[in-house]
C-alpha cells in the first residue's frame, strides 16, 4: 500500500506564503492525476487543485492566480505553492493520486492557519 505523506502546512499571517509537499513512499507505475483537496472546520472537503501526468492543470476558482500546483516527478511527487493566502484558506488540506486503473489514494492532511 503507497502512503502519501504530506508536509509544510502550518500558521501565516494573511498575504503570506506556504509550499505544501506531497511525496509517495514509492513511485507508481503510472499516474492520471494529482493534486489537492482542503476542508475547513463543519465543511465538507472540496477541490482546490490538480494536475495531471500530462501536466494540464485546474484550480479551484478562488485560489487562482495565488496558488500553483507543480511536480517535479509525476510519479512520486507534487506541491502546492500558495501565495497571498487569506484567512478564508484555512483548512486540512490534503493531497491525493489517481494511478491509472486504481482508486485514489489520500493523504493524512496538513493544517493551514491563516491568521494574524
Known amino acids: 500500500q503507497v502512503q502519501l505523506v504530506e508536509s509544510g502546512g502550518g500558521l501565516v499571517q494573511p498575504g503570506g506564503s506556504l509550499r505544501l509537499s506531497c511525496v509517495a513512499s514509492?513511485?507508481?507505475?503510472?499516474?492520471?492525476?494529482m493534486g489537492w483537496y482542503r476542508q475547513a472546520p463543519g465543511k465538507q472537503r472540496d477541490f482546490v487543485a490538480s494536475?495531471?501526468?500530462?501536466?494540464?492543470?485546474n484550480y479551484e476558482d478562488s485560489v487562482k492566480g495565488r496558488f500553483t500546483i507543480s511536480t517535479d516527478n509525476p510519479r512520486k511527487s507534487w506541491y502546492l505553492q500558495m501565495n497571498s493566502l487569506k484567512p478564508e484558506d484555512t483548512a486540512v488540506y490534503y493531497c491525493?493520486?489517481?494511478?491509472?486503473?486504481?482508486?485514489?489514494?489520500w493523504g493524512q492532511g496538513t493544517q493551514v492557519t491563516v491568521s494574524s
Open positions: 491525493y493520486v489517481i494511478p491509472s486503473g486504481s482508486p485514489a489514494t
Open positions: 514509492r513511485s507508481f507505475f503510472s499516474v492520471y492525476v
Open positions: 494536475i495531471s501526468s500530462s501536466g494540464s492543470t
